[in-house]
Antibody, heavy 122, light 108 residues
Framework: QVTLRESGPALVKPTQTLTLTCTFS??????????VSWIRQPPGKALEWLAL???????YYSTSLKTRLTISKDTSKNQVVLTMTNMDPVDTATYYC??????????????WGQGTLVTVSS | DIQMTQSPSSVSASVGDRVTITCRAS??????LAWYQQKPGKAPKLLIY???SLQSGVPSRFSGSGSGTDFTLTISSLQPEDFATYYC??????????FGQGTRLEIK
């Protein structure tokens, strides 16, 4: 079955760089149409899409955050990594990775990780 | 960027009620709209994709409709487990994706 799991630090200091890893199983990110995204949710607030990487290693970023984000994949390890530079307390949120298929007619995130809470504080 | 606006931001209802939540896009998105349910401390769950298609395993009391800029999620007869927050998500500008701000469904 399909699973995704986020991992990374629970606490980062302001100005530091955050690195999160999404480890998945049950599908291959080299399969045509397969994509993995990062989405975050500040406490008590709405979901915010951050970045997406597709089967062809194309990368896409939120317009408002693209200067701070980098997404990459290691297909052999079934991992997707997100880095976010210059962290600020407003970046405190639960960070999710999720799968989405392109070309299937279902452009919804059908599988999600459980999320990892990242707190930005000195 | 395409903006998604949900209404209402919160709604109170009773078990057995019919509830409708609306999502409006700032520009036409064809039928590229999904709906999610999120319970506290949990990841969102996909309910509806392509505006009206029910995701596998989702109860048939959930339905979606709309195209262009205006969409609705309807729960035909509320069950206790349906009290949660609901989000819409557009994918017309895929892979640039946006979510609505959420609608909290509370017990009256």
């Amino acid at each position: 079955q399909v699973t995704l799991r986020e991992s990374g630090p629970a606490l980062v200091k302001p100005t530091q760089t955050l690195t999160l890893t999404c480890t998945f199983s049950g599908f291959s990110l080299s399969t045509s149409g397969m994509c993995v995204s990062w989405i975050r949710q500040p406490p008590g607030k709405a979901l915010e899409w951050l970045a997406l990487i597709d089967w062809d290693d194309d990368k896409y970023y939120s317009t408002s955050l693209k200067t701070r984000l980098t997404i990459s994949k290691d297909t052999s390890k079934n991992q997707v990594v997100l880095t976010m530079t210059n962290m600020d307390p407003v970046d405190t949120a639960t960070y999710y990775c999720a799968r989405i298929l392109y070309g299937s007619g279902n452009r919804g995130f059908d599988y999600w990780g459980q999320g990892t809470l990242v707190t930005v504080s000195s | 960027d395409i903006q998604m606006t949900q209404s209402p931001s919160s709604v109170s209802a009773s078990v057995g009620d019919r509830v409708t939540i609306t999502c409006r896009a700032s520009q036409g998105i064809s039928s590229w709209l999904a709906w999610y349910q999120q319970k506290p401390g949990k990841a969102p769950k996909l309910l509806i994709y392509a505006a009206s298609s029910l995701q596998s395993g989702v109860p048939s009391r959930f339905s979606g409709s709309g195209s262009g800029t205006d969409f609705t999620l309807t729960i035909s007869s509320l069950q206790p487990e349906d009290f949660a927050t609901y989000y819409c998500q557009q994918a017309n500008s895929f892979p640039l994706i946006t979510f609505g701000q959420g609608t909290r469904l509370e017990i009256k």
